[in-house]
């Protein structure tokens, strides 16, 4: 809204030419994200707390957290409300990444808001049943891989409906990529191409990450600290390939648009860190399904919009841990009735082996970080 509405009076005011740059307006939605954080997180929380709008915590799990009963739930809508005020003035809202990404954050809100409703207003034990998120998620992750897939926006050239792997001619500088293309870490000349398989891909990405977060926020500030560094890595990925000199430099394809993202990895990254102020242990406030579903939807589409969709098992990589802990979990106690972890997700079982919860928070926010950076790496060990 802002760029729209200061950039273009430029010529009389020359201060308004800050609007053009991206980092101006990434730095600013940040800002913007985190004073509206602060201000409305008590708002949010007494509104919670009064319609008694609390979690319920699960008997089976470590005996440490039956005191967190009650802590407000639903906080995700802090986390929304602060990335999407931010996203509607900093950003460039005929940028088709940035709308890919902003609805991807709605939707899965959204879906976590309705489970969030039934299990807590509505003490549904369950929520909303499983097989029904699956569907929303899907039906986002298809309907945008399909919108990609028919309306390319990126690169240039014809798909091929096969999928493959493709060798890259380096000596043509900033070269294109095709729609259908996701970058393959460490290597230089090779891409995947999935062609119509694409479009089931980006939907199990989009379902793949969103529940990889959720499953990921069981400690205070553990899933909001990982997701912001998650954020960070691909909002610099973003910016950086959506820069002709930087992806030329780095041999990378040049993806016109995608830096516009990077407004929205700052108002998302501002957001987190405005709801861990009061998320942090002892958490006055959790985000639900509402937030981490959010979150996901966030990191899953940043990583697509940017054909980085591999890079998600790297940076991540402490999601990927947390969904791999419960799949072995569950698959050899089926086999065998014994367990692998204490319990799972991961998180659960470095608690039960005396690690305070802090502790764990913590750690796992420094793997995050070194994720994050050897992820970024990959721009250039190549």
């Given at each position: 809204?802002?760029?729209?509405?200061?950039?273009?009076?430029?010529?009389?005011?020359?201060?308004?030419n800050?609007f053009?740059y991206?980092?101006?307006?990434a730095?600013?939605?940040?800002?913007?994200?985190?004073?509206?954080?602060?201000?409305m997180?008590p708002?949010?929380?007494?509104?919670?707390?009064?319609?008694q709008i609390g979690q319920?915590?699960r008997t089976?799990?470590?005996?440490?957290?039956l005191?967190?009963?009650?802590?407000?739930?639903?906080?995700?809508?802090?986390?929304?409300?602060?990335?999407?005020v931010p996203?509607?003035?900093?950003?460039?809202?005929?940028?088709?990444?940035?709308i890919?990404?902003?609805?991807?954050?709605?939707w899965?809100?959204?879906i976590?808001?309705?489970d969030?409703?039934l299990k807590?207003v509505?003490?549904?034990?369950n929520?909303l049943i499983g097989r029904?998120?699956?569907?929303?998620q899907?039906t986002?992750?298809?309907?945008?891989?399909?919108?990609?897939y028919?309306?390319p926006?990126v690169?240039e050239?014809?798909?091929?409906?096969?999928?493959?792997?493709?060798t890259?001619?380096?000596?043509?500088?900033?070269?294109?990529?095709l729609?259908t293309?996701t970058i393959?870490?460490?290597?230089?000349?090779?891409?995947?191409?999935?062609g119509?398989?694409?479009?089931?891909?980006?939907?199990?990405v989009?379902?793949?990450?969103?529940n990889?977060?959720?499953?990921?926020?069981?400690?205070d500030g553990?899933?909001?600290?990982?997701s912001?560094?998650?954020?960070?890595?691909?909002?610099?990925?973003?910016?950086l390939?959506?820069?002709?000199?930087y992806?030329?430099?780095?041999q990378f394809?040049?993806?016109n648009g995608a830096?516009?993202?990077a407004?929205?990895?700052?108002a998302a990254a501002?957001?987190c860190?405005?709801f861990?102020?009061f998320n942090?242990a002892?958490?006055?406030?959790?985000?639900?399904?509402?937030g981490s579903?959010?979150?996901?939807?966030?990191?899953?589409?940043?990583?697509i919009v940017?054909?980085?969709?591999?890079?998600l098992l790297?940076?991540?990589?402490?999601?990927v841990?947390?969904v791999l802990s419960?799949t072995?979990?569950?698959?050899?106690?089926?086999?065998?009735?014994r367990?692998i972890f204490?319990?799972?997700?991961l998180?659960?079982?470095?608690?039960?082996?005396?690690?305070?919860?802090?502790?764990?928070?913590?750690?796992f926010?420094i793997?995050?970080?070194?994720?994050?950076?050897?992820?970024?790496?990959?721009?250039k060990?190549?």
């Open positions: 809204m802002l760029y729209w509405l200061l950039y273009p009076l430029r010529d009389e005011v020359s201060l308004f800050l053009g991206i980092s101006f307006r730095a600013y939605a940040t800002v913007t994200a985190l004073v509206i954080a602060f201000l997180g708002v949010v929380i007494r509104a919670l707390r009064k319609r319920h915590v089976d799990g470590p005996q440490t957290h005191k967190k009963e009650g802590t407000p739930t639903m906080g995700g809508l802090l986390i929304l409300l602060s990335v999407l996203v509607l003035l900093w950003g460039r809202l005929d940028n088709r990444h940035l890919i990404v902003l609805i991807s954050t709605i899965m809100g959204l976590g808001l309705l969030d409703y807590v509505k003490n549904y034990p929520g029904y998120k699956l569907i929303g899907f986002l992750g298809l309907g945008i891989g399909l919108w990609l028919l309306f926006v690169g050239g014809q798909s091929s409906i096969l999928p493959g792997i493709r890259i001619d380096l000596s043509t500088g900033s070269f294109s990529i729609p293309e393959v870490p460490f290597f230089k000349e090779l891409r995947f191409d999935f119509l398989l694409y479009i089931p891909f980006v939907a199990l989009m379902a793949g990450t969103a990889s977060v959720n499953l990921t926020d069981g400690l553990l899933a909001t600290g990982v912001l560094l998650s954020i960070l890595a691909f909002g610099i990925m973003a910016y390939l959506g820069n002709s000199n992806a030329e430099y780095l394809p040049f993806l830096g516009e993202v407004v929205f990895a700052g501002g957001a860190l405005g861990l102020w942090s002892p958490a006055s406030v959790f985000m639900g399904d509402t579903l959010a979150l996901g939807g966030a990191i899953g589409s940043m990583a940017t054909h980085c969709e591999f890079l790297i940076v991540g990589g402490v999601f841990a947390e419960v072995l979990q569950v698959g050899h106690f089926k086999r065998t009735g367990r204490k319990m799972a997700p998180h659960h079982h470095f608690e039960l082996l005396g690690w305070a919860e802090t502790k764990v928070v913590v750690r926010w793997v995050a970080a070194l994720l994050g950076l050897i992820g970024l790496s990959t721009l060990i190549r």
